[in-house]
């Protein structure tokens, strides 16, 4: 079997500027949004929470979205027992 050596991988300052000017403007967007409904933004912080990937959700819907992206349904399914009802 070959191995084959890591990959490196090297961060350019093109890229840094890219990742701040994309930081900024989904900020803004936070901002505006959050204006629009009347909330200010640091209010919004303490209801939102970071998953993984640094996208901010909703505390109370943050189970529900996992288990949705995961394909996890937390209802258990009614098991049949094999028998026949008999009334």
Sequence with gaps: ???ND???IELKIDDLEEYEIVKKEN???QQ???G???NSVNSSLHLTGADSFGI???LGNRPETIHARIGYDPKPTPQSS???IHR
Excluded: C, D, F, Y
Aim: hydrophobic share 35%; glycine share 14%; no cysteine.
């Design 6 to 8: 890591p990959t490196r």
């Design 36 to 38: 629009e409904s009347g």
């Design 27 to 29: 900020l803004e967007g």
């Design 56 to 58: 901010m959700l909703p």
């Design 82 to 84: 094999g028998l026949p």
């Design 32 to 34: 505006k949004t959050a």
């Design 1 to 3: 079997m070959l191995r």
